[in-house]
């Protein structure tokens, strides 16, 4: 099982909030008349123009399937077979999903079958002349199907491919689309008439069934697609879905459902959750198609024996711009977006000739902006962008020849996923580079590779009944007609996350929003539903019903504060916590410009261009990705080779003296055996352990390690810890080779002892901040006044002592601790590394000096200390001793 999605769905799920920039961005040149050099506004206001319905009657009377097979001979394209197998299922009233790699044409698979399958409707059949032509219409189809999409580039995306298919096939159908950038006026001419088929995201959905018309909106939709579903089945937007397709179902018993993914391990759980609520014949699609994905590596003229995180930094910059030079259009992809904004600056400073055809794309950029760089890709105007996971999933650039994962992609599925967005089309190749930051992301790299030839990718794990978001939904379905107790439990429990609730659990959750619970009944305003004399549920005032519109939804980011120019034009948001480190007169970089703050006020950080070119670097949570279990595995079997003598991968070679180091002064890792490493220094006595089991996991084991030893024999302990291991340092020798035997690595009494060593309960209060948000206990306000991050603090930590005081048996309580054990503590991987531990043949060495694995936990902890310039000026001197004992 892999955590490494983390980051991902954390700038996929924030809210991309951003209205306008008047300012623009670096952009194409200026070139009259095309889509390149329109406006950003102009480029945003395009997504939502309603196309007109013109209906070429020779080609409406031409039968579907001879009108399909020229629409595909038109584009010198042929039907794949799984493509036909959706289209035979569907028209058989079927559901089901449809895995297939990326770029394999899996929307034209379901969406062609959903405009053949309207053609067979009872109501086409009733209005048509004959059964093989068009129903004569004035009006185009009613809403008939929804297509659901994580992200908002990809729901604008797929909006311009489903428009093209029903204008070129000349079907009466009109697309719309409804995120939350949709405008004001494009919102109210659908209250009038919903269009044919909608596209949206599932807190628009969600929504959607606040309305009280919601069910007559809906009463001719026959299919709903979920695209991405990998990307939402691992978090609570996920969760959402579910709840929201049980709905629809309850509705339209007779309802398909169809999920497309590509790049996913656990296919039969993907299949279960999806599917759970629907009545229909459910079938898995494997979309089996010949894919030619290309992994190389950008290697290094030098590689240090002695590497540390990110030591390589941007010397990568040139050798990268002259592959891009190369390509006809690149995406730069990178972990972060500091590391976005960096590799950005890098690459203009590198080819200033560049200014204006390469881009940053992320999420905390103003929306225009991101609209505006994604037209350039699609036209073929950029050279390059630099990117985040803000465009990891399916959106259709084809002029994209060429991707760039900057570091480590740390999971096999995201690595994937991004070299799909090369070649993007069916026949063509895709071709990722990876390029790495530090020497043992070559090692990572050659095992990406071999893990991507074997298939060997990550699953997705997806929570289990939490109850933040059943709270959310009972308020949700209560504001859109209500509802009856008894048949709410039975259909939430239809759902694959929500088949173990108990009636138990389902009556608290009813009694919470009904009530307050035993601690809040004194207070109305968490008295959001009422039982009224017809045994329905409804929400009794208006307000209520504004503050939770305001609030639906999963997507919990950390407080962010809107960056504005004091000229007016808005360029983007940024974390609370960054601004508020800053002082009027600072530079920062944000959206590739210097800026120079000017004051802050009502959640807006007012700025003006600064005279600088280099300022502050942001910061975002949630940077750090661990290595999946996947990677780890192959990255270990890399290592196995090498202490064999097999070098036969071209990183792998570049690595070789660094490997051989490692293995004369100690040892290699290697599946089946855990290396540790003892060493002695004037800082104190070092226990390097090499579990490979994730950053995040060898937090919780470092401190868990430490704990079980001081808790025998008093003492402290500093941690560090990476992808491949962690570093206990303490004052006092320890003898812990007898403590290892002695069962320190056990699995047993694991809660217990994790929950001791680490300060759980304010581990447990930060996670019940998001639960507070996502159950509407905390309301974050309303459009353009929302809280600080301070008040949501306060009013989520208020609400965490005051349920702990006076109601103990709070589920959401009891939630926190459990999101913090198997989310933020990783336990289960934990719990299998312990396992893997204790049975694996120990390798316990004496290096006299910190090898080439363990310098870089050496770093790390010494980063958190000192300053960058200290820092740099001690690694030198460490690294002229190190390499001075190699020699020797």
């Known amino acids: 099982m892999s955590t490494s999605a983390d980051d991902n769905e954390r700038e996929h799920q ?38 007109p319905i013109v209906i070429d009657q020779d080609v409406a009377d031409t039968p579907f399937e001879a009108r399909l097979a020229a629409w595909f001979e038109r584009h010198d394209w042929q039907p794949f077979p799984f493509q036909r197998e959706v289209w035979t299922e569907i028209l058989g009233g079927a559901s089901g999903l449809l895995h297939a790699t990326t770029g394999a044409g899996k929307t034209w698979a379901v969406w062609l079958g959903a405009l053949a399958a309207y053609l067979v409707s009872p109501a086409a059949k009733s209005a048509a002349k004959s059964t093989d032509k068009l129903p004569s219409r004035t009006l185009p189809a009613p809403l008939t199907v929804l297509w659901i999409t994580p992200m908002r580039a990809l729901a604008a995306d797929t909006a311009r491919a489903l428009q093209t298919a029903v204008t070129e096939l000349a079907m009466p159908w009109s697309i719309g689309l409804r995120t939350g950038d949709t405008p004001s006026a494009e919102r109210a001419r659908q209250n009038k008439r919903m269009p044919s088929a909608l596209v949206t995201t599932p807190e628009s ?20 697609v979920v695209d991405e579903w990998h990307e939402l089945l691992g978090n609570k937007r996920g969760t959402q879905t579910q709840l929201a397709l049980a709905r629809l179902a309850h509705w339209r018993p007779e309802l398909q459902v169809w999920g497309l993914s590509a790049t996913l391990g656990n296919l039969d759980l993907a299949r279960d959750a999806l599917l759970a609520p629907v009545k229909t014949q459910r079938v898995v699609v494997r979309g ?32 990268v711009a002259a592959e891009i030079d190369h390509a006809r259009s690149s995406l730069v992809f ?100 990876i390029v790495p930051t530090h020497a043992l992301e070559l090692v990572e790299a050659a095992a990406a590779r071999w893990a991507v030839e074997q298939r060997r990718i990550e699953g997705r794990e997806m929570p289990n009944k939490p109850l933040d978001v059943l709270v959310q939904h009972l308020v949700t379905i209560a504001i859109g007609g209500g509802f009856k107790a008894r048949e709410l439990f039975a259909e939430v429990r239809t759902t694959y996350a929500y088949r173990d609730l108990t009636q138990q659990e389902f009556d608290w959750a009813l ?25 329905v549920y409804r929400v009794p005032r208006e307000d209520l019903v504004r503050r939770h519109r305001n609030n639906v939804g999963t ?23 960054f601004i508020s480190r800053l002082k009027p007169g600072d530079v920062f970089t944000f959206g590739g410009r210097a800026l120079e703050l000017v004051r802050v006020r009502e959640m807006t950080a007012y700025v003006k261009r600064a005279t ?77 352990c090499y579990p490979f089991a994730g950053r995040m996991a060898h937090v919780g084991l470092g401190s868990l390690i430490g704990w079980r030893v001081a808790r025998d024999q008093p003492s402290t302990f500093s941690i560090s810890m990476n992808d491949y291991g962690f570093e206990l340092l303490s004052a006092q020798p320890f003898d812990w080779e007898r403590l290892i035997h002695e069962g320190l690595f056990s699995p047993d009494n694991l809660e217990h002892d994790i929950l001791a060593s680490l300060n759980s309960s304010e581990l447990a209060a930060r996670r019940f901040r998001e639960i507070a948000r996502v159950s509407g206990l905390i309301f974050q306000g309303h459009p353009g006044q929302q809280k600080s991050a301070r008040q949501l603090q306060a009013s989520s930590g208020l609400f965490y002592e005051v349920f702990r005081r006076h109601d103990s048996g709070n589920l959401l309580l009891a939630q926190a601790e459990e999101e913090v054990m198997l989310q933020e503590l990783e336990l289960d991987r934990i719990r299998a590394a312990l396992k893997s531990m204790s049975a694996s043949r120990l390798a316990l060495t004496r290096p006299k000096k910190p090898t080439p694995f363990a310098f870089p936990l050496i770093i790390a902890r010494l980063r958190e200390k000192v300053s960058t310039e200290k820092l740099s000026d001690r690694v030198a001197r460490m690294l002229a001793d190190l390499e001075k004992a190699a020699r020797a």
């Open 288 to 319: 089996a198609q010949p894919k030619t994905l290309i992994v190389d590596t950008l290697i290094p003229d030098t590689i240090e024996r002695f590497p540390w995180g990110g030591h390589l930094g941007t010397r990568q910059v040139k050798p």
């Open 334 to 433: 990178t972990n972060t977006r500091s590391q976005a904004e960096v590799w950005y600056q890098a690459l203009l400073e590198a080819r200033p000739d560049w200014a204006g055809l390469i881009a940053l794309h992320h999420g905390s950029l103003d929306q225009e902006v991101r609209a505006w760089v994604e037209l350039g890709l699609k036209s073929g105007q950029l050279k390059a962008v630099v990117c985040t996971s803000s465009l990891d999933l399916g959106v259709d650039f084809l002029p994209v020849d060429r991707v760039f994962q900057i570091g480590s992609p740390k999971g096999v599925a995201r690595l994937m996923q991004r070299a799909g967005r090369s070649g993007h089309a069916p026949g063509r190749a895709s071709r990722v580079t």
């Open 612 to 688: 600088s070119s280099r300022g502050a670097m942001p910061q975002w949570a949630g940077s750090k990705m661990p290595l999946s279990s996947e990677l780890a595995d192959a990255t270990l079997m890399m290592l196995a080779r090498a202490m064999t003598g097999i070098y036969d991968e071209p990183e792998m070679q570049a690595v070789r003296p660094l490997l051989e180091l490692q293995a004369k002064w100690s040892a290699l890792p290697e599946p089946g055996v855990l290396l540790v490493e003892l060493i002695r220094s004037r800082e104190g006595h070092h226990l390097f």
């Open 511 to 535: 009694t919470f929003v009904e009530r307050g619970g035993t601690s809040l009944a004194a207070y109305p305003d968490y008295h959001r539903v009422t039982l009224d004399a017809d045994g």
């Open 14 to 51: 924030e809210t991309e909030l951003n209205n306008e920039s008047k300012r623009r961005s670096p952009r194409p040149r200026r070139i009259p008349k095309t889509r390149a050099a329109q406006t950003k506004a102009d480029a945003v206001a395009e997504l939502f123009q309603p196309v």
């Open 555 to 577: 997507i919990v980011a950390n407080a962010t504060i809107n960056i504005a120019y004091m000229t007016g034009g808005r360029i983007g948001a940024m974390e609370e916590s």
């Open 205 to 224: 959905l969600t929504l959607m069934l606040t309305r009280a018309n919601g069910e007559d909106e809906m009463k001719h939709v026959r299919l709903v």
